[in-house]
T-cell receptor, first 114, second 114 residues
Framework: AQSVTQPDIHITVSEGASLELRCNYS??????LFWYVQSPGQGLQLLLK??????LVQGIKGFEAEFKRSQSSFNLRKPSVHWSDAAEYFC????????????FGDGTTLTVKP | KAGVTQTPRYLIKTRGQQVTLSCSPI?????VSWYQQTPGQGLQFLFE???????NKGNFPGRFSGRQFSNSRSEMNVSTLELGDSALYLC?????????????FGEGSRLTVL
């Protein structure tokens, strides 16, 4: 079945440490790929997107993501995590722009230790 | 530019009642999508509107409906509320004619059904 998988439900990192959040998708063709962040009680904010071209994309707040076609992955990274990065992160895909629908992973909750 | 505005932010209803939620998109955005977010089911697509027309619909019962006005503002309605309808309802707008999945979310309307 077509799906978006975020294997890690919860990740804890120390402030200043590097971060990698995993996202895998299962679709026949390469979809449009996105990462969103949601702080408690808030809506989602777009961090970055991949449509085509350079497989390493830069986003806001110092985040980047790398698309790997061979692994059907789109992992989110940050070299040095700040306490304010604590939030829930969602990977999302759009397979068919005519369908007007984004499919989201279940999310990864990031806790940052001081 | 003002962001996506959703009202009300919080509301409590009882089973059997109906509820209407409102969303004002970012100025110039003509596409509005609605998502339901629950701990058990995650983020699920409800419907998408463009130029006052429902362009796409998710797999929700007919109790869930929506509409869009000429100024792109949108409302969604849930009739005959059930306990399982308790959720965060998120509205998102997108620029352009096609919904590429680049979503700008509001802060959501948190509905509690008692």
């Amino acid at each position: 079945a077509q799906s978006v998988t975020q294997p890690d439900i919860h990740i804890t990192v120390s402030e200043g440490a590097s971060l990698e959040l995993r996202c895998n998708y299962s679709y026949g063709a390469t979809p449009y790929l996105f990462w969103y962040v949601q702080s408690p009680g808030q809506g989602l904010q777009l961090l970055l997107k991949y449509f085509s071209g350079d497989t390493l994309v830069q986003g806001i707040k110092g985040f980047e993501a790398e698309f790997k076609r061979s692994q059907s992955s789109f992992n989110l990274r940050k070299p040095s995590v700040h306490w304010s990065d604590a939030a829930e992160y969602f990977c999302a895909v759009v397979v068919n722009t005519n369908a007007g629908k984004s499919t989201f992973g279940d999310g990864t909750t990031l806790t940052v230790k001081p | 530019k003002a962001g996506v505005t959703q009202t009300p932010r919080y509301l409590i209803k009882t089973r059997g009642q109906q509820v209407t939620l409102s969303c004002s998109p970012i100025s110039g955005h003509r596409s509005v999508s609605w998502y339901q977010q629950t701990p058990g089911q995650g983020l699920q697509f409800l419907f998408e509107y463009f130029s006052e027309t429902q362009r796409n619909k998710g797999n929700f019962p007919g109790r869930f409906s929506g509409r869009q006005f000429s100024n792109s503002r949108s409302e969604m309605n849930v009739s005959t509320l059930e306990l399982g309808d308790s959720a965060l309802y998120l509205c998102a707008s997108t620029p352009g004619l096609t919904n590429t999945g680049e979503l700008f979310f509001g802060e959501g309307s948190r509905l509690t059904v008692l």
